[in-house]
């Protein structure tokens, strides 16, 4: 019988099996190595693009609006209404300031009744102006507001004539604060109607 020159024959198998699994590894590596890499900033760049695009097409399809011109007589026009506005206020806090000063006594009743002549006068002119400042021709809804500017005018001056009167004629204070009550919702007419006019004519 044959004698084996090599009595452990198994003991290679595991240096095999070793040999193998680095083979394998190796080939695995350098698998994944070769896969190119994409830069972080390659990608915000992309993706900044992609949303620059978008803002752009978007922008694109929205609607464009375009401003409506105003003639120069119609701002002419409303501008007069703005100070006229301012004077109308005016007018409202020194009739307040003068019912005040004769309710509380701070005022006499000779210097109290030559305030709201005053009053009455500076109110009477106001309204007249009112009157004068005509809108610009071929505008139908700025007419329309102006009436009811002018209506609110004339309301003024004839609460401060009943002002007056329910100080003099009157021997309480009712007829005075009521008075006093309807001017100041005749201030308050006014403003609105100069609203409603500037809106009227676009502004």
Do not use: C
């Not at 307040?96 to 509380?104: E, G, L, P, R, T």
């Not at 004539?161 to 309480?172: A, F, H, K």
């Not at 308050?188 to 502004?203: L, Q, R, T, Y």
Request: proline letters at 5%; glycine letters at 6%; hydrophobic letters at 45%.
């Amino acid at each position: 019988m044959a004698r084996n020159p090599d009595p452990k024959p198994g003991r290679w198998i595991l240096p095999l099996i070793i040999v193998g699994m680095v083979g394998f590894t190796y080939l695995f590596t350098t698998s994944i190595d070769t896969v190119p890499e994409v830069p972080d900033n390659e990608t915000s760049s992309s993706t900044s693009t992609s949303t620059s695009t978008t803002e752009a097409t978007s922008g694109s399809s929205a609607p464009s609006t375009v401003p409506i011109a105003i003639s120069p007589e119609v701002q002419a026009y409303v501008a007069g209404l703005d100070n006229f506005d301012l004077s109308m206020a005016t007018l409202g806090d020194r009739m307040a300031a003068a019912n005040a000063a004769w309710d509380d006594r701070s005022a006499t009743f000779s210097d109290t009744r030559t305030v709201l002549e005053t009053l009455i006068a500076d109110t009477t002119t106001f309204a007249d102006e009112v009157a004068a400042a005509t809108p610009p021709a071929g505008q139908a809804g700025l007419a329309l507001e102006h009436e009811k500017i002018v209506a609110a005018a004339t309301a003024a001056k004839t609460a401060a004539e009943n002002v007056l009167d329910g100080l003099v004629n009157s021997e309480g204070s009712a007829e005075r604060l009521a008075a006093l009550e309807s001017f100041n919702g005749a201030v308050g007419d006014f403003s609105a109607a100069v609203s409603s006019a500037k809106a009227a004519a676009g502004i």
